[in-house]
Nanobody
């Protein structure tokens, strides 16, 4: 099993900054891709930013130049630095991490895990 723990959400004024973190734990994790998604009421969940094994990144057009995704391989952690926040960035943010791990029988398994979600609220 692979578990993710998110942190860093909160309330901030427009123009402010927040940093989200998501740490993965499990037996002999191998991570292929990490990403941040968000969902606001009445809307579908959307990809905000992603990073893959070779550190290539991609961003939603709405956050380019304002958000930065990064990773710490030693800590199995992905970060999302959010600057110049706007009220339309208000949403629940979820991290997603995909890769492989070894179960108790030392069998390699794929995983596609989601964090519990963290609320980001930007006031105008």
């Amino acid at each position: 099993q692979v578990q993710l723990v998110e942190s860093g959400g909160g309330l901030v004024q427009a123009g402010g900054s927040l940093r989200l973190s998501c740490a993965a734990s499990g037996r002999r994790l191998s991570i292929n891709a990490m990403g941040w998604y968000r969902q606001s009421p009445g809307k579908q969940r959307e990809l905000v930013a992603g990073i893959i094994r070779d550190d290539s990144t991609n961003y939603a057009d709405s956050v380019k130049g304002r958000f930065t995704i990064s990773r710490d391989n030693a800590k199995n952690t992905v970060y999302l630095q959010m600057n110049s926040l706007k009220p339309e960035d208000t949403a629940v943010y979820y991290c997603n991490i995909r890769g492989t791990y070894y179960n108790l029988f030392l069998t390699e398994r794929d995983y596609d895990s989601w964090g519990q979600g963290t609320q980001v609220t930007v006031s105008s």
